[in-house]
């Protein structure tokens, strides 16, 4: 069974920056994407960004230019760098592993609110 811990939510001002974290334990088997999505209230839960093993990154257009996500494999960890952040953007954020065995694995959210 995969863990998922996600840090770094919180509340920001317009145009201010935040840095997600999510590390991933508890698996003998290699992890080949990991990624960002987040569901706003009332709304349903949206690709934010995702990042394959080798790099290759795929963003939404709603975030592309403001959000930078990195990984370091070797920690297993997952980074989401938001930065220009918009009254938009609140939502509980999730992080998403996806093994190359096809198992899929979410962490438990963590909220992101930017005020106006």
């Known amino acids: 069974q995969v863990q998922l811990v996600e840090s770094g939510g919180g509340l920001v001002q317009a145009g201010g920056s935040l840095r997600l974290s999510c590390a991933a334990s508890g698996t003998r088997f290699t992890i080949n994407v990991m990624g960002w999505y987040r569901q706003a209230p009332g709304k349903q839960r949206e690709l934010v960004a995702t990042?394959?093993?080798?790099?290759?990154?795929n963003y939404a257009d709603s975030v592309k230019v403001r959000f930078t996500i990195s990984r370091d494999n070797a920690k297993n960890t997952v980074y989401l760098q938001m930065n220009s952040l918009k009254p938009e953007d609140t939502a509980v954020y999730y992080c998403?592993?996806?093994?190359?065995?096809?198992?899929?694995?979410w962490g438990q959210g963590t909220q992101v609110t930017v005020s106006s």
């Open positions: 990042i394959t093993r080798g790099g290759i990154t």
């Open positions: 998403n592993a996806d093994l190359f065995i096809g198992n899929s694995y």
